[in-house]
Structure formats: structure tokens, C-alpha cells
């Protein structure tokens, strides 16, 4: 769920456009609505990512500004350049990076970066340049490097390519004042007041109600026999989850999942949705603070309204920044957790046969370190997000000067040979399995606990009650958002027995 570790937009087709119609589904497929979410109303399309999208927004259009900037929360559509080849595993030239093949499969690339330049400075689509980490060692001493900082005001850039590196619309909602873009002290007062949301006795307590709303969802397709995983059940699971950790009451949430869907929309959505989105945020939990002031329950804002009201001196500001940044941190990762982990699943039939036996045996220990292994495998941040170097430093034997960007790319560390053995094989059964998939250091994922509850929970659950699950779509044609933090599937199309018919 809520990664404070977290991105930017989702590529289109080649020629710009999305898919089918303007939510990027095909005419007439039952995908695009769930009528068996909670609210029974469609649910939007999850394109690309927030960070991405709002780029795009920020700038004139693709023709005149080039390609959109990277972004620090969610993914939002770019559109990338088509590159001339796949880039070699060993050897031969520099990989085309931000390439249509790079967002299909970054890896080879990353691990061209990881033998002949493991930092390595680069120009992003945005035009802003920013060194790339890859090494598993680099990578895990760069995230806990208090030389780095997470405050953009330590970007070298002028105010404007400042702004490119942060979630979109944040600056001009004033909800600058969240985890990603802060420093100690502030950063260790914040953290400790959120952070008793994610308790293991919080996130246990959560449980039985993941479970209810993957039932719910599961059960809005389960007789039709086919599905869109990322539409119907991926994107919605963690949109109600988050609400009701916040506390948004139940005749409010459809409108909130309406407005998370905006924030990752691709390019079909309308021209500064995604800034909109934000500001519809931001402005719907000012008021709901002060709703709850007169009423708290056993939800989050009422927990951080309390911390306030006993002299933890939270400004409105701070409670609203840190609630928009769970849910905008927060949804999209547990969206690619379930969705790369069930794509990779089900192109690797003897692991998920593997998984499906223990499940059957009530056996959840091999279920739990299969997370931790799609974690590593394919995760859901493929880089952390922004840092800046507040004075010299070296990472890997490369001098980083003051204000130069960094980024840890989490994905190829998590794929490094000196660090895991035979990284490439997916193997649900690894045990020695420190991987970074949520970070490392003061930085580490605060909502890692119910991340991993909801994958874990959404995996058994397809499994066992799906078991004959299986890819409804030749693999090449998936498309993946172009983001350069997130990644994820923009659709998983799947098909199954229907439950009535067994």
C-alpha cells in the first residue's frame, strides 16, 4: 500500500492515442465497470500514475515540450520513444533508456547499467539529469545516506525543473509537507505519529475487511468467466482500503476513487485532470478534518487530529499533506504488487503450481516469502523516489556534487548477481531475500505491513478461488506504464471457469 519511498504517466500506443475509447478500455467490455465494488458504480480506468500525468499537464503538449517529466508519487502516461533494439545483457553499446522496449522490459538494461556504469548520470524525458544507482551495495548505503535529502529546495535546478521531480499539482495545493519531500526533524515527528496506523496489531485488526472487499470484488466477476485484473479488482481493492484506514465514510468513497482514477488516467483523460484531482483532494480532506474534529472515530485523520490537539503541533497542512500522500503514495503500489505479481504468476506455471499446493494445504509460510520474492522479481517501484545531495559525496566510486539528483533504482539492485543468486529466476521458495522493494533506511516504506497484507491477500484469494486462472492476451501486447518510478500493467486481461459453471 502507501510506499513513502514512492512516480509519474503511462505510455500510450505508439501513436499517442489509448486503447479503445477514452478510458482505455475496448467498446463493450464488461471490464470497464465493477458493479459489485462497494458503491456499485464504474469504476475508473487506472492508466498511468499520477506523477507522470501531471507532467504532462504542467507543460504545453507532447509536440511542443517533449517528453514529460518524472514524478514522485504515482505513474502517469508519457509517451516514449520507439528505440532501434533491445538492450544487450553483456557488452555491446549504451541501452536506450525510457524506450517503448525499456518500459516493456527494463531488465537487460539495468544490468548493462549495473556491469559498465553503475551510477550513471543520465537525462530523464524531463530534461532534468539525475544520477541512477543499480548496484544492490550502492543502492542500499545511497538510501540510508543522510548526505542525500528528500527536500527539493536542494535541487540544483531552477524552480522549474524543481518542479518536475515532485508529485504533480502539489505545489500549488500546498501539500509540500509530506514524508517524500522531507528531512529530520520534521520527517522523524511526522513519521511517528503516522506510523501507529501500520502497527502490526493495526494492520492485523485490518485483515478480516481486506478480505471482505477482495471477496466483494471477486465476486462482481467470478460468474462471467473473464476479467480485466488491473480494472476490476488491482485498482479498486487499495482505493476502499485506504479510505478506510483514513476514514472517509462510505458515501463519500466513490467520489475519492474517482478522483485516485484521474490521478493515473493516461492521456485520454481531459487536459489538467490530474492537477484538478489533487485540488479536489486536498480541498475534500481540509473539510473532512474539520468534520471529524466534532466526531473522531478509530481511523487515522481522527488519530492524527487527536496528536494535534495534545501538543504535537501538526499544522492542518501537515494532517492534510500526509493524508494525500498515503493515498497518493499508498494505492498505486499495491496496485502493481497484485498486478505484477499475478502476470508473473501466471507466466510461470510450475511456481504458481508450486503456490497453489501449499494454499490448498493451508499452508500460507511458502505464500508469504512469494511476496517477498515478487517484491524482488518484478516489484511495484521500479525506482525510489527523488534525492539531492546536500554537499560532495561518492557512491560507487562516482563523485555526485552538490544539488545533483540521485535516483536508487530499485529494480535493477533487486536484480544484482553479487547479491542474489540466479536473480533473473523467479523462485517463490528464496529465502535469503533482503531485497529493497520498499527501500531501506529512515525512508522505508511506512505501509509496507498492509501492502504485503493486501498482496498476500489477493494472491490466495485468486488462487484458490480462481484455480484455473490463466492469461487471456498474447504477453507482447500488454502494455506497461511508462512512468519512471512506478512500474505496472495498465491491463491484465485474464480468464477463468465461471464459478456457476463448476
Request: glycine share 10%; with cysteine.
Amino acid at each position: 500500500m502507501t510506499n513513502p519511498h514512492a512516480p509519474e504517466p503511462t505510455p500510450g500506443d505508439p501513436d499517442g492515442t489509448p486503447p479503445g475509447g477514452p478510458d482505455g478500455t475496448t467498446p463493450g467490455d464488461p471490464a470497464r465497470t465493477c458493479p459489485h465494488a462497494p458503491g456499485g458504480t464504474p469504476a475508473p480506468s487506472p492508466e498511468p500514475s499520477a506523477a507522470e500525468a501531471s507532467a504532462a499537464e504542467a507543460e504545453p503538449s507532447a509536440a511542443e515540450a517533449g517528453p514529460p517529466a518524472s514524478g514522485a508519487g504515482a505513474s502517469v502516461d508519457v509517451e516514449l520513444p520507439a528505440s532501434t533494439a533491445a538492450a544487450p545483457r553483456h557488452g555491446g553499446p549504451e541501452p536506450a533508456l525510457f524506450s517503448w522496449e525499456f518500459a516493456t522490459d527494463p531488465y537487460p538494461a539495468y544490468a548493462w547499467l549495473r556491469e559498465h556504469a553503475p551510477v550513471h548520470r543520465t537525462r530523464l524525458p524531463s530534461g532534468v539529469e539525475a544520477w541512477l544507482v543499480t548496484r544492490y551495495a550502492d543502492a542500499r548505503q545511497t538510501l540510508a545516506d543522510n548526505r542525500l535529502s528528500k527536500n527539493p529546495t536542494h535541487h540544483a535546478e531552477d524552480a522549474g525543473g524543481r518542479s518536475r521531480t515532485g508529485i504533480p499539482g502539489e505545489r500549488n495545493a500546498g501539500l509540500m509537507t509530506h514524508l517524500l519531500n522531507i528531512d529530520p526533524p520534521d520527517h522523524t515527528r511526522l513519521r511517528r505519529l503516522v506510523s501507529k496506523a501500520f502497527t502490526p496489531r493495526r494492520v492485523a485488526e485490518f485483515a478480516p475487511r481486506v478480505q471482505e472487499l477482495t471477496d466483494q470484488l471477486i465476486d462482481g466477476f467470478a460468474d462471467r468467466g473473464s476479467a480485466d485484473l488491473i480494472h476490476e479488482f488491482a485498482f479498486p481493492l487499495p482505493i476502499y482500503a485506504i479510505c478506510d484506514l483514513l476514514g472517509v465514510p462510505a458515501g463519500d468513497q466513490d467520489d475519492f476513487r474517482d478522483w485516485a482514477g484521474m490521478m493515473i488516467r493516461h492521456g485520454g483523460g481531459p487536459r489538467g485532470g490530474v492537477a484538478r484531482s489533487v485540488k479536489r483532494i486536498r480541498g475534500y480532506l481540509a473539510e473532512l478534518i474539520h468534520r471529524k474534529r466534532a466526531d473522531l472515530g478509530d481511523d487515522l485523520i481522527s488519530d492524527l487530529i487527536r496528536a494535534s490537539d495534545h501538543g504535537e503541533h501538526l499544522t492542518e497542512n501537515e494532517v492534510v499533506a500526509m493524508c494525500f500522500v498515503l493515498l497518493f503514495a499508498g494505492f498505486e503500489t499495491t496496485i502493481n504488487l497484485i498486478g505484477n505479481g499475478t502476470h508473473a504468476l501466471l507466466r510461470d506455471p510450475g511456481q504458481r503450481a508450486l503456490l497453489q499446493a501449499a494454499l490448498a494445504q493451508g499452508d500460507d509460510a511458502l505464500l508469504e516469502s512469494a511476496v517477498e520474492e515478487l517484491l524482488r522479481w518484478d516489484g511495484p517501484v521500479e525506482l525510489a523516489t527523488w534525492r539531492f545531495a546536500t554537499r560532495p559525496l561518492t557512491i560507487g566510486g562516482q563523485d555526485i556534487a552538490p544539488g545533483d539528483a540521485v535516483l536508487v533504482v530499485l529494480a535493477a539492485a533487486d536484480r544484482d548477481p553479487a547479491r542474489f543468486a540466479d536473480p533473473d529466476t523467479l523462485d517463490l521458495t528464496r529465502r535469503d531475500n533482503q531485497h529493497l522493494g520498499y527501500g531501506h533506511g529512515l525512508h522505508y516504506c511506512l505501509g509496507a505491513p498492509l501492502a504485503r497484507l493486501e498482496g498476500q491477500t489477493a494472491l490466495r484469494t485468486l488462487l484458490t478461488r480462481l484455480p484455473d486462472l490463466a492469461l487471456a492476451a498474447d504477453p507482447a501486447e500488454l502494455r506497461w506504464r511508462g512512468g519512471l518510478i512506478m512500474r505496472g500493467l495498465r491491463t491484465l486481461p485474464v480468464e477463468f471457469t465461471p464459478v456457476g459453471a463448476r
